[in-house]
């Protein structure tokens, strides 16, 4: 299977209330599991829209295989597979009528064709034996599901999933993450996310992305390997954390026993108490939003 590539150049976008959702956004991503990691409000749905080509920036570049996304959006839509955030309403149609109908959109016209790739899909993501069950009725994990079997119709080759497991349960989640994973094998799959554990178990290659930036950008181990002897961390009760946290710079704390866990930025051993702890990824990702 060939490489794909997709090369994001400066990129800016301001809303027409003043809000800036993007400040100079640079990234370049082959196949692979690509995970955009990022706080509410960073500007993750609005670059997914971009790269999409439902939206424009107001400067910058989207190059996908060296098309432009502006110059040529038609071509892009046409190897594009996109699962938004909210996926609309979820009809009374069958699952299998439904993913014809798409493919009918998405130019599969092949009467043949489609069913077999529909058939396909349905295997894929595991929906066949629910295939003549509306959608509507779908618990969240299959509606996900569908929602990726929707944007596979058409043989796409870059997939963007825009915060895919919310709500979904440990199980529904793990499916769901594995069926991505097995796709990115073949293509570029952006996995736009707020919850660190979707990152860190699947993707190979990922981006921080805090105020309309991107602040990181790498290898999760290469990234998390920068912090190297800097996270401490101690257990505290709960009259001292407030004192901890002006004094130190807590990425994070947890609850444990009745105790506090707290893990700190540190160049030094903040004090005695303090054992260093091994970078991870929860820890990589607080820095980084907050410096
Ligand atoms: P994320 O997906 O990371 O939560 P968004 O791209 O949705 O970020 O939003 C980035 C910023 O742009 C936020 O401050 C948000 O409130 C703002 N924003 C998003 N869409 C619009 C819009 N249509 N009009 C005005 N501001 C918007």
Redesign the pocket.
């Known amino acids: 299977m060939h490489d794909n590539l997709l090369q994001i150049t400066d990129l800016h976008k301001t809303?027409?209330?003043g809000?800036?959702?993007?400040s100079g956004v640079d990234l370049k991503l082959q196949n692979g599991m690509f995970g955009l990691l990022?706080?509410?409000?960073?500007?993750?749905?609005?670059?997914?829209?971009v790269i999409a080509t439902l939206q424009r920036a107001d400067h910058g570049q989207v190059l996908f295989n060296d098309v432009d996304s502006a110059e040529q959006p038609t071509a892009i839509r046409s190897v594009l597979g996109y699962l938004p955030?909210e996926f609309g309403v979820y009809p009374r149609v069958s699952a299998q009528r439904l993913l014809d109908y798409i493919a009918v959109l998405k130019g599969v016209n092949d009467k043949k064709q489609r069913k077999a790739q529909v058939a396909y899909l349905l295997e894929q993501t595991n929906l066949y034996a629910q295939r003549k069950q509306a959608v509507g009725t779908f618990s969240g994990g299959m509606r996900q599901r569908f929602g990726i079997a929707q944007a596979l119709l058409g043989n796409p080759r870059l997939i963007i999933v825009?915060?895919p497991t919310a709500g979904l349960d440990p199980e529904e989640r793990y499916r769901f993450l594995n069926l991505l994973s097995e796709i990115g094998e073949h293509m570029i799959v952006i996995l736009?996310t707020?919850i660190v554990e979707d990152v860190q178990e699947l993707c190979s290659r990922m981006a921080i992305?805090a105020s309309?930036r991107i602040v990181r950008q790498g290898a999760p181990a290469e990234l998390c390997s920068t912090l190297d002897g800097r996270i401490w961390q101690k257990q505290v009760s709960k009259a001292e954390l407030a004192a901890y946290q002006d004094q130190f710079s807590v990425l994070s704390k947890r609850l444990q026993a009745g105790n506090i866990q707290v893990r700190v930025l540190s160049d030094v051993q903040p004090d005695a108490g303090f054992v260093a702890v091994e970078p991870d990824l929860e820890s990589l990702y607080f820095s980084a939003v907050a410096s």
């Open positions: 809303y027409r209330n809000t800036k959702a993007l990022g706080p509410n409000g960073a500007g993750k749905s609005t670059l997914m829209r955030q825009d915060e736009s707020h992305m309309g």
